[in-house]
Nanobody, 123 residues
């Protein structure tokens, strides 16, 4: 069983930055591929970014490529999402998720989820 806890959300003006964190309780955290997703009101949950077990491979949604960066620190059982040049369209609840076995971009393919953290970008 893996428990994920996100933090770092908040209110920021357009053009600003935030860094989200996600801490995992898993003993074998380094064996999990991790992802960030987001869900805006009235919309489906969408993929944001994913990272391989050792951090060597990352993949981003087109909408955040070049602005967001996903990294992980296996010594701290934590992944991060650095979000720069934020836009009002980035407003959503952001979730981290974990899965074993490979890179995934579909939300249904992930086994464990955090409770989410709200990010609000004002114009």
């Amino acid at each position: 069983q893996v428990q994920l806890v996100e933090s770092g959300g908040g209110l920021v003006q357009a053009g600003g930055s935030l860094r989200l964190s996600c801490h995992a309780s898993a003993r074998t955290f380094s064996s999990y591929y991790m992802g960030w997703f987001r869900q805006a009101p009235g919309k489906e949950r969408e993929f944001v970014a994913t990272i391989s077990w050792n951090g060597d491979y990352t993949y981003y949604a087109d909408s955040v490529k070049g602005r967001f960066a996903i990294v992980r620190d296996n010594s701290k059982n934590t992944i991060y999402l650095q979000m720069n040049d934020l836009e009002p369209e980035d407003t959503a609840v952001y979730y981290c998720a974990a899965v074993r076995g490979g890179v995934r971009v579909g939300s249904r393919e992930y086994d464990y989820w955090g409770q989410g953290t709200q990010v609000t970008v004002s114009s």
